[in-house]
């Protein structure tokens, strides 16, 4: 976090004293999707050095098909919520909730949900075809539905043919294509992206904004795109939650 | 709610296979190290079932044990001030300078190490001893030949912990100082050298641990002048059945042996606080007039250190006791000559030596992935931390005990191991099992470096896609340490082929192993068998070195704490 941000944070912590939720949940609309409720996260004294920031009491619904956008500085905690949503950190209290129904005790693995991480997060010693098709191994999907599925995801992101490379030669807007299509592969109920186009220089991450924003419409994906751009957030998401100092902020 | 139920996993299943992967090498090496360990010292201290501490004043009564002790620190002390003195100018050149053929000189450079110590003891008796070439020296069973034998091992050791971190290094600040107007000694003495200490002396602890602990070197070249307490565990146990003063002697050497791994590890931690500045630059340069020193010492180093003791071992083995050039040597070896009394033949030997080694690679390589999987995981709990670390501490006690020591402990408990009447002694399977425990701890370094590397959120990216925690185990962990592995699984291989310390005690006669039947070869009279043990040697060295630079081919960049 630079100073411009570490203050930012802390001028926003002052501000939301007297939070309140924005809109109501999909439980208690009776629709369906993701349901945050009370979520907090703290690291006690002594754990893990690279741990990110905190969150606390954190309410908001996604609904289906729906794209939301989590906007904040960075080390406001905005990644840490999508790592509590993943099943990725433990919630200390709180709940999550798909369709009404709770996901504690679920593992990251069987949630259904779908991340891609800000530095893309290839494996590095898989080509291209074998990251995108990883998510599709543990389901019973046979070999040549596979090949087709990989095609198919590669020509979306507009690397049609670049199976066979090592993911070592991409450039860094190609790593970010290629994770993009390995989120979307397994289609995923949920799709969280966090901060998926902030590595990446001013002109690509507009563009790839754009295809993004396509992308998500034409697969009907249920998502939360995590980001600290507003205009990024207006391209892609349908509606923007700001996120201050671990906590949704008044809209 | 049918798809909830499928959908919520127990902690159970992933902690009980967590448990029992640390479970298994703790299990072995509870049964197979420490309890004959602590056999040993407990016979040095008990007298027919009494607690007894008599040993311990008799033992140190006597002026031999204080010159044997103090033999020890003199060889230890020499041979690692020799080793850092002629490895850290090898670093700069293996690791902060650019040539063609760099990849190649590093490779060698590494087959030193790998080299049983007793090949190495019978090459520079080859070079220095009776007859040889540079026998008008008068370095023959001298404490000179003894540090330099132990150099010949341990400037690889300097190089390679050194060359690794100076690889890293930032050359910006002696940039800095350059522009500063200093010259170029007084940047390697202000700027270089203090960056390096670190690095420097985590290496001379670790050489010092080898060298005070050497038994193959000292036992060929020290001859009836220079001992150290591990030849003198085995001269007092083999030679004279003296339990008690052995034991004495084991625990002096495990009280050694743990002062400098607590000194060792205090340096590390400095080290790893200190090596967190990487430079991702180009930090390397193609030599020039100002490295002559290095390069020259460098040069001499490979020459007269390596390449001489080697070439005159190959030299003088091709050579018939008449001084002709012939292969009788090598022929000796499957078919002996007249009137030698060898429970086998050599070539016996060998193809003993190589089943023992591929069990006992094995055993470290099935105990060596599990110890490395747990010590690389980072729980949540601090609690689980700590015991990870201690977890940590146990198994790589076998790289402190002596080799001796160990081979002894498993000869006096293992006649009915855990109570059972099954005589274990009678079966070569402890052979195996002593290598695979001295072998476990180098599998465990060269995996677990690559293993803690490994970006986290990889393993989260996995699990996101769906990968339950298993097959993110295999397709992640495993797929990326495959390279890793076979380097370990050669270092294995090697070390278990050349390992003669431990091994000594458990063979029996009409069936011996390769480093053996070379050092009982070098201790018998006449020409034929001293040819006889070049030959040997040669074999030994020949396979070990190939081994080891095959497995090198799978050493990346990042492989390996050794």
């Known amino acids: 976090m630079n100073q411009g941000e570490a203050a930012a944070c802390a001028a926003a912590e002052a501000v939301t004293t007297n939070e309140e939720e924005g809109g109501v949940t999909n439980a208690e609309a009776g629709g369906s999707g993701l349901d945050v409720l009370g979520a907090t996260v703290h690291y006690g004294a002594g754990s893990r050095i690279d741990a990110g920031a905190a969150i606390a009491d954190v309410s908001f619904a996604v609904a289906r098909g729906e794209i939301v956008a989590l906007l904040g500085p960075s080390g406001c905690g905005k990644s840490t919520l999508l790592r509590a949503v993943a099943g990725l950190e433990p919630l200390s209290a709180g709940s999550v909730r798909w369709n009404g129904e709770d996901l504690m005790g679920v593992p990251p693995h069987a949630r259904g949900f779908g991340l891609m991480f800000q530095d893309a997060q290839l494996f590095p010693h898989m080509s291209v075809a074998k990251n995108v098709a990883y998510g599709l191994r543990w389901r019973r999907v046979d070999r040549a539905a596979r090949d087709a599925r990989v095609a198919e995801l590669l020509g979306l992101v507009g690397l049609p043919g670049a199976g066979e490379r090592a993911v070592t030669e991409l450039s860094g807007g190609e790593r970010q294509r290629v994770a993009l299509a390995r989120s979307l592969a397994p289609k995923p109920r949920l799709l969280m992206l966090d901060e998926p186009l902030s590595s990446l220089d001013r002109a690509l991450r507009d563009r790839l904004a754009a295809d993004l924003a396509r992308l998500l419409r034409e697969t009907g994906t249920t998502g939360i795109l995590v980001t600290h751009d507003e205009g990024e957030a207006d391209a892609i998401a349908d509606r923007t939650l700001r996120m201050r100092a671990g906590r949704i902020a008044v809209p | ?562």
Do not use: K
Request: charged share 15%.
């Open chain 2, 1 to 562: 709610m049918e798809r909830r139920d499928r959908l919520v996993a127990s902690p159970w299943p992933g902690r009980i296979g967590w448990a029992v992967a640390a479970a298994l090498p703790l299990g072995f090496l509870a049964l197979f190290f420490a309890w004959p360990v602590l056999a040993l010292m407990a016979t040095g201290f008990t007298d027919g079932g009494r607690v007894t501490l008599d040993a311990l004043g008799e033992v140190f009564a006597q002026s031999r044990t204080w010159r044997v002790i103090g033999q020890t620190f003199a060889q230890a002390v020499l041979g690692t001030a020799l080793s850092v003195v002629l490895g850290v100018p090898a670093a700069f050149v293996l690791y902060r300078l650019e040539f063609r053929g760099r990849a190649l000189l590093r490779g060698l450079a590494t087959v030193p190490f790998v080299l049983p110590t007793v090949v190495v003891g019978v090459a520079f008796t080859a070079l220095l001893g009776p007859g040889a070439p540079l026998e008008w020296l008068g370095l023959d069973q001298s404490l000179a030949a003894i540090v330099l034998a132990l150099a010949f091992f341990n400037v690889t050791v300097v190089m390679r912990t050194v060359g690794g971190f100076w690889a890293q290094l930032d050359p910006r600040p002696e940039q800095a100082a350059r522009m500063l107007g200093a010259s170029p000694a007084r940047v390697w003495r202000t700027v270089t050298l203090p960056t390096l200490t670190p690095a420097i002396a985590s290496a001379a602890a670790l050489v010092f641990l080898f060298c005070a602990t050497s038994f193959g070197v000292v036992l060929v070249l020290g001859g009836r002048r220079f001992s150290n307490i591990e030849t003198e565990i085995y001269r007092l146990t083999v030679q004279f059945l003296d339990l008690r003063s052995a034991a004495v002697l084991s625990l002096v050497q495990f009280a050694i042996v743990a002062l400098v791994l607590v000194l060792s590890s205090r340096l590390r931690g400095r080290r790893e606080r200190s090596v967190s500045l990487h430079y991702s630059g180009r930090a390397t340069r193609r030599p020039g007039r100002e490295h002559w020193v290095a390069i020259a010492v460098f040069a001499t180093t490979t020459v007269l250190l390596h390449a001489l003791p080697i070439a005159t071992l190959v030299w003088r083995s091709l050579r018939a006791p008449d001084g002709s050039l012939s292969l009788v040597n090598y022929a000796h070896l499957v078919v002996p000559p007249d009137g030698s009394r060898l429970g086998s033949t050599v070539f016996e030997a060998v193809g003993l030596s190589l089943r023992m080694a591929v069990m006992a690679a094995a055993i470290a390589m099935v105990l060596g992935l599990l110890t490395a999987f747990v010590v690389s995981r980072r729980p949540r709990s601090q609690r689980l931390r700590r015991l990870i670390e201690v977890f940590d501490g146990f198994l790589m006690l076998p790289l402190g005990v002596s080799a001796v020591t160990l081979g002894f402990g498993l000869l006096l408990t293992m006649h009915r191991p855990l109570g059972i009447g099954f005589d274990l002694r009678t079966s070569v399977v402890l052979i195996p099992i002593a290598q695979a425990l001295i072998a476990l701890p180098l599998v465990v370094r060269t995996l677990v470096p690559v293993l803690r590397g490994i970006e986290p959120r990889l393993r989260d990216a996995a699990a996101m896609l769906g990968a339950p925690p298993l097959r993110v185990l295999s397709t992640v962990d495993f797929a990326m340490i495959r390279r890793p592995i076979g380097l370990a699984l050669g270092f294995a291989f090697a070390t278990s082929l050349g390992e003669f310390g431990a091994t000594a005690f458990l063979v029996r006669p009409g069936a011996q192993t390769l480093p053996v039947m070379v050092a009982d070869l070098i201790g018998r009279q006449g020409a034929e068998h001293y040819g006889m043990a070049l030959a040997a040697a040669v074999v030994l060295g020949v396979l070990t070195a190939g081994v080891m630079m095959v497995a090198e081919r799978w050493r990346g960049d990042a492989a390996g704490e050794l």
